[in-house]
């Protein structure tokens, strides 16, 4: 297993961010989500889209092997974040680096003080970074119709998540 070192996107990880969303998803809808988020000040947070690279990689970008992005969101007009996309090369699913640029992307959002994270995503994969399956039962809905145990939450710091509908950015399509 490899060890990963995971650090904010630069202007440089622009091209392999983008790289790497081309061939996780079977369309490049996640690339140019990514793309439409990125020039979206209302949407856009500084230091939450994050890169992974083997560690003691010296040959950035071109050594970035995975990204994920959090951006704003609001539940019932409160600010929140959500987790979309997350995206490692084919090369390296299950060697960690998927979960080392989340664990680190999540760490950098509690230092920013976010508060709560939302996610739509597989129901195994989300709980080991402390998401919540069922974000429904904190009171958190989704804007339309997403299965209960795919739409997860996670409060980043320990307080009681908002109640309400989640708004995401305009970018996502959603509601």
């Not at 950035?60 to 490692?88: D, F, K, M, N, Q």
Request: glycine share 8%.
């Amino acid at each position: 297993m490899n060890t990963w070192q995971c650090r904010p996107e630069t202007p440089e990880d622009i091209p392999a961010v983008r790289r790497i969303n081309l061939a996780a998803f079977e369309t490049a809808g996640e690339a140019d989500l990514v793309d439409a988020l990125r020039q979206d000040p209302a949407a856009w947070l500084p230091g939450l889209s994050y890169v992974a690279e083997p560690a003691g990689s010296t040959a950035a970008p071109a050594s970035v092997v995975a990204h994920a992005l959090l951006t704003r969101c609001h539940i019932a007009g409160e600010p929140a974040v959500a987790l979309a996309p997350c995206a490692v090369l084919p090369e390296y699913h299950k060697q960690g680096a998927g979960s080392a640029v989340v664990r680190a992307l999540l760490d950098a959002a509690r230092a920013a003080g976010e508060r709560t994270a939302v996610v739509l995503g597989h129901p195994p994969y989300y709980p080991r970074f402390g998401f919540e399956p069922a974000a429904s039962r904190f009171g958190i809905l989704p804007p339309q119709e997403w299965p209960d145990e795919a739409f997860l939450a996670l409060s980043l710091d320990g307080s009681t998540p908002p109640r309400g509908t989640v708004r995401y950015a305009e970018a996502f399509g959603i509601g």
